[in-house]
C-alpha cells in the first residue's frame, strides 16, 4: 500500500502537467500565430464606421522608398472599402469580418489621403485618415 503513494504523486503530477499542456499550450500558440501575422506590417489599420471608431490609426508615417505593408481589418458589421487615389491605391470593397493587404512602395514625399470608398454610415464622409510620407 504504501509502495504505490509514489506512484500515485507521480500519476497525479503527470495529470496536471498534461492538463495545462493541454489547456494553456494552444492559447499560447494562437496568440503567437496572431503576433507572427501583424509582425511585418506598417500598420495594420482597423475600419469601423466613424461613430464607432472611425479608421484606427488615422495617421501613419512612412519614408520615401519604404515598403509600405497594410492591412485593412474591417471590424464593423457594415461594408467598408479603402483607397489612397492619389498613390492608385484601391482596395475595393471590404465586407465586414474580412481584411485586406496592400503592399506599395511610395516615390514622393506628400500628404496622402485615404479614405473610405463605400457609404457606410451618415458619417462615412468623415472616415479618413492620412498618409505622410516624409
Ligand atoms: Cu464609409
Redesign the pocket.
Known amino acids: 500500500m504504501e509502495a504505490n503513494l509514489p506512484m500515485k504523486i507521480i500519476k497525479s503530477t503527470l495529470s496536471i502537467l498534461l492538463l495545462l499542456f493541454c489547456t494553456i499550450g494552444p492559447i499560447y500558440a494562437s496568440l503567437r500565430y496572431e503576433a507572427s501575422l501583424t509582425k511585418d506590417f506598417t500598420a495594420d489599420i482597423v475600419a469601423r ?1 466613424p461613430e464607432k471608431g472611425n479608421f484606427s490609426p488615422r495617421h501613419i508615417k512612412v519614408q520615401v522608398g519604404q515598403k509600405v505593408k497594410l492591412r485593412v481589418r474591417n471590424v464593423d458589421t457594415v461594408m ?2 479603402f483607397a489612397i487615389p492619389a498613390l492608385g491605391i484601391d482596395a475595393g470593397e471590404l465586407k465586414a469580418g474580412k481584411n485586406k493587404i496592400l503592399e506599395f512602395t511610395p516615390t514622393k514625399p506628400g500628404i496622402y489621403d485615404f479614405y ?1 470608398t ?4 451618415e458619417f ?1 464622409l468623415q ?1 479618413r485618415g492620412i498618409l505622410e510620407v516624409e
Open positions: 464606421t467598408h472599402g473610405c463605400t457609404w457606410c454610415s462615412h472616415m
